[in-house]
């Protein structure tokens, strides 16, 4: 396929991302402690046909082969993450000292095959133990938090210079503690909003205690998931919903990280619900960071509901519109749109796609192959979004495609294919997609351009 639209800065990079519950299996191997996704996975109806992380697609023991493909990609960086548990069993203490072996051999694995690590510290698999203890409801768990991303910044900042504290901290507050659909399964307004506040605070000071402990020229970030707020009509009523969705699920976390303070509307909405915050907290959580990952899919349509007890709104999905397999509108201006937000909004040093894909059913076809043109299409037409945001001058340093590997979709289980790469679960074979085969001539395109 023709590249020439999709000419990038020689210095721009293209990845992949994963996260380590979602790939890695081993959930009970060589000392891992338990994460809530182990024991929520456990938990009956939480998981659509009661699938698990506990093999998932056996990374833990396959990375070096997988590394290979990704290297005859030609991948200039693969973005993943650290279970916690699996390096501090009980989330402190005692180090699992096969855990760390892992990502040790990891990093030395993926910078052996030229391959630059991008690494997250929380992507949602909290120990059980520290949720024992009120996980992210408890402010200790946001120093534990901080003294695992020290002690993991102190082990590999020598092989690895991009480190982000969470992933979408929205899920966790929100899927995870007002939903009640993701780990733990809480289902409490005001719970959410503490956690919101806590997850902003660990945040803050990991990356405070990674500064202090990290090589020099290390980049530290957060990945948030920024999406654009459209209202389904003209009515104000609609306006105000999409406005309230933006506020808390972007500015809740942009506002305090990049601006010192959350959004007086939202402190206003929540009212007695919202937290109570220090001008002290807030100096942590605004510690300056070097770059933004953003994680975003498609645009988010918002009609006023009222009985949203949470945020007053509900997501609608016009008629006209192509869908994902995850019920997403394909909307490729999304990224464009989200980018130049941010680049008016805020201050903002670098910036990186981190996740941006599509779930498409996919099968293989009697030659062997996987022939996913929906997803190749998906791809093409938001990287030219990215381009489009380059060409306008916005800081956009990268592009990394969810997912480098078809993975566990949380609770939606297997059910949902992501990959480049296709994962046959039952032989854990790996066959690499024509999506995963056009990324790959276009990363040698532009790699060949430098
Ligand atoms: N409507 N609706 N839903 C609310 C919007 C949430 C969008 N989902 C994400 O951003 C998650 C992100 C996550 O990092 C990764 O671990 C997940 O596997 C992907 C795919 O799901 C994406």
Redesign the pocket.
Known sequence: MEFKSLKFPKEFIFGAST?AY?IEGGAYEDGKGLSIWDTFCKQPGRILNGDTGDEACDFYHRYKDDIKIMKEMGLDSFRFSISWPRVFPEGTGKVNQKGLDFYNSLVDELRAASIEPYLTLN??DMPQSLQDQGGWLNKDTAKHFADYSRFMCENLSDRVKFWTTH??PH?VASAGHVAGIFAPGHKDIKEGLQVTHNLNLAHGLAVQAMRQSGSAGNKYGIVL?V?PYYPATASIHDHRAAQRWDGYFSRCFLDPIFKGSYPEDMVEYFGDKFPEVTEQELSVISEPIDMLGI?C?FR?IIENDPKNAFIGGR?FKPRDAAYTQ???PIYPECLFEVLSMLDKDYDIPELYII?NGA?FHDEVSPDGKVHDARRTRYLHAHIEQAKRAVEQGINLKGYFV??FLD?F??ALGYSRR?GIVYVDYPTQKRIVKDSGKWYSELLRYNQSLR
């Open positions: 996260a979602q992507h949602w992933n979408e899920c998931a999406f994680n899919y988010r997501e995850m019920d997403w996740e779930a969810w997912s993975n979709e949380w992501f």
